[in-house]
């Protein structure tokens, strides 16, 4: 198939919307494997540069299909000290809007490569994910991080994302958005971490996201969860001092794993003073997630999601429903295709739009 008609094909399956994918996270299958993120990425908190275990999860568990011997090989090896990585995202996408143009688009959603670099075997590394497209080259993380023997506890400094929540593959996701950290808002600073065979906690302090360039403020960030075969529970909490007001998250989140099914929820309360006469606004966000791995190399993404902009204000709150089937034929290849539904105030047309896209993401 020529390169234009796989666009064409694209463009074509997509119906009503693109998505705004930036990270590549996918959290049900820790739950779905009753392991922890560090299992498969050399980011202890996930997201990113995959290890070892992580290639061959993606090579051999992953797929529809293998590839005749040899043909992937690939192992994220460069001698003995040096991994790397990375991801590209395509898509094509149509939006439709109460009262408005249909909108297309057929765009690079992301081309990002990772390197880490073993300075010291297994305890003093070096790490750098590096955003190449859309626009110009960007650093997402580059730090430096020391770890204990079998990585029982970690430092590492720099310019990382935060530890909060579920680390979604949609940065879109209200829970995401309503808490201000996701996979698009690294910060920093320090971060340190434990890790036990049921538990893993992290502490970050920070300069703050939202605090960039103004030289003042701080954010205090960090989670605990409790990690079982059958899934997992979590609790975290970040604090903000800023010029522009204060922000406090908490949040509690969870995974289940049921036969096929894995069953994923966040919920977010906000407290936000960043308003005008000093007004205090509290906000809440909320998730639900299930996954059918149908056979292998296809699952399907049901999503819910609640999104309530001032807690004060009535019948201001927001929906989204999507579903998603994801297909991966081949090693380092996977489909996605979408359709989501929002739903909010009926005065506000953009909140009422129906959404859909077909995506191509290529891993190494």
């Known amino acids: 198939m020529t390169h234009a008609a796989v666009c064409q094909l694209l463009v074509t399956v997509s119906l009503m919307l ?18 922890k993120c560090v299992a498969c990425h050399v980011n202890p908190t996930g997201g990113g540069l995959r290890n070892g275990a992580g290639v ?36 094509a996408s149509r939006t439709e809007v109460p009262n408005m143009t249909n909108q297309r688009a057929t765009e690079i ?104 360039g103004t030289g003042s403020g701080h954010q205090l960030t960090g989670q605990i969860v409790w990690v079982q075969d059958w899934g997992r529970i979590g609790a975290a909490a970040a604090s903000t001092s800023a010029q522009a007001g204060n922000r406090q998250v908490a949040g509690l989140f969870g ?46 993404k049901l999503t819910g999601e609640y999104f309530d902009p001032d807690r004060h204000v009535r019948q201001d709150h927001k929906v989204r429903q999507s579903l998603v089937y994801e297909y991966s034929p081949i090693p380092f290849v996977q489909l996605r295709f979408g359709l989501r539904r929002h739903r909010g105030i009926p005065q506000n047309n953009f909140d009422n739009r129906q959404l859909a896209f077909a995506e191509i993401h290529g891993l190494f």
């Open 18 to 35: 693109g998505l705004p994918l930036i990270a590549q996270a996918e959290p049900y299958l820790a739950v779905e494997q009753g392991l």
């Open 56 to 91: 061959l999860y993606a090579r051999y568990t992953l797929p529809a299909h293998q590839l005749p011997d040899g043909l992937t090989d690939w192992t994220g090896r460069i001698g003995d000290f040096i991994r790397i990585g990375g991801d590209f995202r395509a898509s």
């Open 109 to 212: 959603d992301q081309l990002r490569l990772y390197g880490d670099v073993e300075l010291i075997a297994d305890r003093l590394g070096l790490y750098v994910d590096e955003m190449l497209a859309p626009g110009n080259a960007m650093a997402q993380e580059a730090y430096l991080r020391y770890a204990g023997m079998g990585m029982a506890w970690y430092v590492k400094g720099g310019q990382f994302y935060l530890p909060f929540g579920w680390r979604l593959q949609d940065n879109t996701a209200f829970v995401r958005l309503v808490s201000g950290i996701s996979m698009t808002t690294p910060d920093k600073g320090i971060e340190l971490g434990l890790e036990r065979s049921a538990w893993s906690a992290q502490l970050a302090l920070t300069q703050g996201p939202g605090n960039a």
């Open 255 to 300: 995974g289940l794993r049921t036969g096929p099914l894995v069953w994923l929820g966040e919920v977010d309360l906000v407290r936000d003073d960043g308003y005008p006469e000093g007004r205090r606004r509290r906000l809440l966000a909320a998730l639900g997630e299930v996954n059918w791995r149908l056979s292998q190399g296809n699952n399907l």
